[in-house]
């Protein structure tokens, strides 16, 4: 590696995509299940509040997060006063704006695959006496691995690329917030584009074996990538 390399900035990428990781698939499970099953005319409303983080700047959304994780807001308040936890240039501020900012690329994959699982199978496992949470578990998950996989693969690799929600929260603190993004930005601003050229290449090869995972899985069990 050449004069100048960081590891630490990947490792704190991973180790912030993995935990936003398993916190949104144990969130996203329970719900991708009830808006499968419901036909609520509060659905689309829930659907579009969740899938807002997609279309929305991540600025814009950055700075609203900003301004309720701040130590002036309730939740900021109640956090630094009763936890002494501060949520502002933090990573566990950082955690929170990647879960929010990820959340639909969990919630999607996972509704998507339920609402594929054939009624009938459904009917068969309430039939034999199968309560909801054990036709899910034993009945809906077996049949939508590729949907887990993929909002798995899906969500790790959106929040490693995460960058303006990142900065806006957590700012550039050395092995706090300062992810791999949020590195190479500031290497460019120094005119440091050799060790710039070697970041950008890593984060590259990740994105393309993330979707070359994800294809190749489409493919394997014939569901349209």
């Known amino acids: 590696m050449s004069e100048g390399f960081d590891i630490e900035p990947f490792l704190l990428s991973f180790r912030l995509a993995a935990i936003t990781t398993v916190i949104l698939f144990a969130v996203s499970l329970p719900l991708a299940w009830k808006l499968s099953q419901t036909r609520s005319v509060f659905k689309p409303f829930v659907e579009a509040c969740i899938s807002m983080p997609i279309v929305l700047p991540p600025t814009v959304l950055g700075f609203y997060l900003l301004v309720l994780l701040s130590g002036r807001s309730p939740?900021?308040?109640?956090?630094?006063?009763?936890?002494?936890?501060?949520?502002?240039?933090?990573?566990?501020?950082?955690?929170?704006?990647?879960?929010?900012?990820?959340?639909?690329?969990?919630?999607?994959?996972l509704q998507a695959g339920m609402e594929q699982v054939p009624v009938k199978l459904l009917e068969a496992s309430y039939t034999l006496g199968k309560s909801k949470l054990q036709t899910l578990l034993h009945v809906i998950l077996p049949n939508i691995k590729p949907s887990m996989l993929t909002g798995l693969i899906i969500t790790f690799a959106h929040t490693v690329g995460e960058f303006g929600v990142v900065l806006m929260v957590g700012g550039s603190i050395q092995g706090e917030t300062r992810v791999a993004s949020i590195a190479i930005y500031e290497l460019v601003e120094r005119m440091e584009y050799g060790t710039a050229h070697i970041y950008a290449a890593i984060l590259i090869a990740f994105s393309f074996a993330v979707l070359m995972t994800v294809y190749l899985l489409n493919h394997r069990y014939k569901i349209p990538g």
């Open 75 to 109: 939740l900021g308040m109640f956090f630094g006063e009763r936890l002494h936890i501060d949520l502002v240039f933090t990573f566990e501020g950082i955690l929170i704006a990647s879960c929010i900012y990820s959340f639909p690329f969990m919630l999607q994959p």
